[in-house]
């Protein structure tokens, strides 16, 4: 059903992959080039600090990567909103967290359980929008810790799963069911949570929390106390929140998160200003929770474009680069000193909520508010350009492997009652996510090779139903991607072309990784459609109401 | 898809329709009043979301067999799960009375393609 096309532009984009592959590489006098450091592990969310999702190995490659067989399968309970997450690995032991914040670790070699935790949840979680669902956990200091979909805090003991300690970070039951989705990070020994709090009536924070005993440290508001960006009451539901992970830089000791989109999401009237600090990329001191600098994207969002997904850290010429998609399908090129930006490119085709947007201040231009009341088609969806789930860098071609999606969205903004115990209504200003509409002369989804500090396309690969899952690439220059329908397929990084392709059996939400164990490369593959997704995208793509639900891990490596 | 219970529906709702003309907290389910109390909850509520403005959304609710009020109360009120997708619980957060009210629309769109 796919197919690859060679975009126009592919001469000078090899050239500039070219231009980045030496830049990409400094001398590193001390150490491993960045991104291949602890090859044999997927230590953290994006397996190094920077987001590169990038494993070092190579034992698979372009040569062999067509003999991959299934090396072990584990089931991971329940499967309600599929399996999200990425797993990690550390020293040959898989962890793993699936529905109900159930972790497992696994061997590696064999998928056989090691041990298994089951926190008991608020039954609350049953009502709330967020739930049952997590992205990951985080590993170190000999202990694995969670964010819970109650909002807690959990650490267990790294060899047993016994837990440690416990702690209620967010206000569960009175913030519309404001929790924890990811892992938190951490950052030496201070974890920090961000929580949910976009398309919730709720005010949402980041936590630190001290590692060793799960003592509350700080909080930081995601929503500014600032009356210009916040007139009247709105401060107090404007949402926000960082739902994603987000990542420590050991360079500058500084914590970068995106951040959610303010609330109501389709209704900015009673909320008149830029909504700071909704939509923006934040470097916090993860010591203090002190506020180093922020770049807002999206001023005053009427959309839903959360500015949540990853940082991409990059160097070049000298500069530290910070590349950053925000939902609209613009991504921002940003010092990583301070936010101030170098470029914004387009990774959306169809863009129309904004004429365009000034590169050198970020300003929209020409800003389609949609009026309530009617129905106004919007490109991108509320469900982005992209989907949450990462893109991948491999240092060895200077390319950016990124999921895209061409929707729009018919949407009609109505004024909402705000409730913070209307725990299964969105605090959207909509009655619905509106009506998802694909867009004439363009396949709906894409993975796309990128120049990620120009954006310029190297290799595209069409598919009739966008990705909703994360790339990975490895230093056998390969890059793995998964779809909706269940196929995962293997790509030659250089040109695109399609080397292997596996039926998972359920659709791809989740992380793909690659470890190593005993000199023996696996590529893990979580398989289980589920998510907001799998109940809205069957409205426009049929096909997919027969994707069944799994929970499942699948491990794959060359035959012996 | 067919709920394996389908056959069984008719008797069980003479037995349930009789039980009910004796409760009086539960509404007229074909009363227009109460089924367009129910429509404006099924929008507030975003029911509208996951099912369409009128039950023909991403989770379909226009074919199925939802003739059993008792049923879909407890449908709405437990949260349903299936297969991997999930409803969330409406118990406590919406009233019995509007429970009822939201029964009575879905009952009403999901008549107009039997």
């Known amino acids: 059903m796919g197919r690859r096309t060679s975009a126009v532009d592919f001469g000078s984009a090899a050239l500039i992959g070219l231009a980045l592959l030496f830049a990409a590489e400094p001398a590193a006098a001390q150490g491993p080039a960045p991104g291949t450091e602890d090859p044999n592990n997927w230590p953290q969310y994006h397996r190094t600090y920077n987001g590169w999702r990038y494993s070092p190995l190579d034992q698979i490659d372009k040569s062999n990567v067509g003999k991959l067989k299934v090396a072990w399968i584990h089931q991971g309970g329940d499967i309600t909103h599929g399996i999200q997450e990425t797993p990690i690995v550390i020293d040959g032991v898989v962890y793993s967290v699936t529905a109900g914040n159930r972790i497992a670790a696994l061997d590696g070699k064999t998928g056989k359980e090691i041990w298994r935790f089951e926190p008991k949840l608020d039954p609350l979680t049953k009502k709330v929008l967020f739930s049952p669902y997590s992205r990951g956990v985080t590993v170190g200091r000999n202990k694995v810790f969670i964010g819970t979909v109650d909002g807690r805090g959990i650490a267990v003991d790294q060899k047993t799963g016994k837990e440690i300690w416990q702690v209620q970070l967010t206000d569960f039951a009175n913030c519309q069911g404001c929790n924890f989705t990811s892992p938190p990070v951490l950052a030496n020994d201070v974890l920090t949570y961000g929580s949910t709090g976009g398309d919730l009536a709720a005010a949402a924070k980041i936590f630190g929390v001290e590692a060793e005993t799960g003592k509350k440290l700080w909080e930081f508001e995601t929503i500014k106390q600032d009356a210009e960006s916040w007139p009247a009451e709105s401060a107090r539901y404007g949402g926000g929140g960082a739902w994603l992970p987000g990542a420590y830089d050991p360079e500058t000791g500084l914590v970068y998160y995106g951040t959610g989109n303010p609330g109501k999401d389709f209704v900015g009237t009673d909320r008149e200003g830029d909504n700071l600090y909704t939509d923006s990329v934040i470097a916090l001191d993860p010591k203090t929770g002190t506020l180093k600098w922020y770049r807002q994207e999206i001023k005053h969002d009427v959309w839903d474009y959360d500015s949540a997904y990853e940082a991409l850290l990059l160097k070049k010429d000298g500069k530290d680069l910070l590349v950053h998609l925000n939902k609209s399908g613009f991504v921002f090129v940003m010092d990583k000193a301070n936010g101030s930006l170098q470029n914004i490119w387009r990774l959306s085709d169809t863009i129309n909520f904004a004429k365009d947007i000034d590169a050198k201040t970020g300003d929209l231009i020409g800003r389609l508010d949609p009026p309530i009341g009617t129905t106004t088609v919007i490109c991108p969806s509320p469900f982005g350009a992209r989907s949450w789930n990462p893109g991948a860098y491999n240092p060895k071609t200077g390319l950016w492997y990124v999921n895209a999606m061409e929707i729009c969205d018919g949407l009609t903004p109505v004024m909402q009652k705000t409730d913070p115990k209307d725990y299964g209504t969105p605090h959207i200003g909509s009655e619905d996510f509106g009506k998802l509409q694909k867009v004439a002369g363009h396949a709906a989804g894409r993975l796309d090779a990128r120049d990620p500090i120009t954006g310029e396309r190297k290799w595209t690969y069409e598919m009739n139903i966008p990705s909703f899952g994360s790339v990975l690439t490895t230093g056998g220059a390969l890059v793995f991607n998964g779809d909706p329908l269940g196929i995962i397929r293997a790509f030659d990084a250089e040109s695109g072309k399609v080397l292997w392709n596996f039926n998972t059996g359920s659709g791809l939400r989740s992380g793909l990784i690659s470890y190593a164990v005993d000199g023996k490369q696996y590529i893990l593959v979580p398989s289980g459609w589920g998510s907001y997704a799998a109940i809205l995208m069957p409205a426009l793509f049929p096909e997919l109401e027969k994707v069944p639900g799994a929970s499942t891990l699948i491990a794959f490596t060359l035959p012996d | ?114």
């Open chain 2, 1 to 114: 898809m067919l709920r394996t219970f389908a056959m069984a529906g008719a008797l069980v709702i003479c037995i349930i329709g009789a039980a009910y003309s004796e409760d009086s907290s539960i509404p007229d389910l074909k009363d227009p009043k109460v089924i367009s109390a129910g429509r404006e909850l099924y929008l507030e509520k975003h029911c509208s979301h996951c099912h369409g403005m009128s039950g023909d959304g991403g989770v379909n609710l226009m074919h199925r067999d939802l003739s059993n009020p008792n049923y879909l109360f407890e449908a709405i009120a437990d949260g349903r799960e299936s297969g991997s997708l999930r409803m969330p619980a409406w118990r406590e957060v919406l009233s019995e009375a509007q429970i009822w009210q939201v029964t009575a629309y879905v009952m009403s769109i999901n008549g107009r393609t039997n």
